[in-house]
């Protein structure tokens, strides 16, 4: 059990990361994700990355979304890593990761966690939708509504950067 575990915890440690917006808050999530699978188990039938992004996912809504934690350490520049100014590019590809992670974070909860596991793990729509016990349809839709709301989001900003 303790290999399956520590194999996912890339997965686990990004899929947090979408979900909270913060490393520190991520970290949590993935530590009572982790001691949540060690005291109940991963169920047979159940693929293990499968049901730990569940559990994952649970704990997030359980222990973040009441408290808004994931809002504050977003907006808050003394929570956020700082960046160094090695050349343009960089710079450029740093402010466009703000933009796309502060766009993300105002997304609906939902909308937010299926385009995380889609866009950011890389998972099929069905597994999306078993994962997170709704229809494929739903995922398609919910994740098309999304990505149409980063576009809208973070649209004005390329078209400034583009002129």
Not at 18 to 47: C, F, H, M, R, W
Not at 77 to 101: F, I, W
Not at 111 to 136: C, E, F, N
Request: with cysteine.
């Amino acid at each position: 059990m303790t290999n399956t575990l520590t194999s996912l915890l890339p997965a686990l440690r990004r899929f947090a990361f979408s979900l909270t917006g913060n490393q520190a808050d991520a970290d949590d999530v993935v530590q009572i994700t982790i001691e949540k699978l060690l005291v109940k188990g991963i169920p047979d039938d159940i693929e293990p990355l499968k049901w730990a992004f569940k559990v994952c996912r649970n704990v997030w809504i359980d222990e973040y979304r009441s408290q808004k934690v994931r809002l504050k350490a977003v907006q808050n520049t003394d929570l956020q890593e700082p960046t160094c100014d090695d050349g343009q590019q960089h710079l450029a590809t740093s402010q466009t990761l703000k933009r796309v992670n502060h766009a993300l974070t105002t997304l609906p909860d939902e909308q937010r966690a299926i385009i995380s596991l889609v866009a950011v793990q890389g998972m099929a729509y069905k597994d999306v939708a078993h994962t997170l016990d709704i229809p494929v349809g739903t995922v398609m839709s919910k994740l098309s509504r999304a990505r149409s709301a980063l576009y809208q989001l973070i649209k004005p900003d390329f078209t400034k950067e583009n002129a």
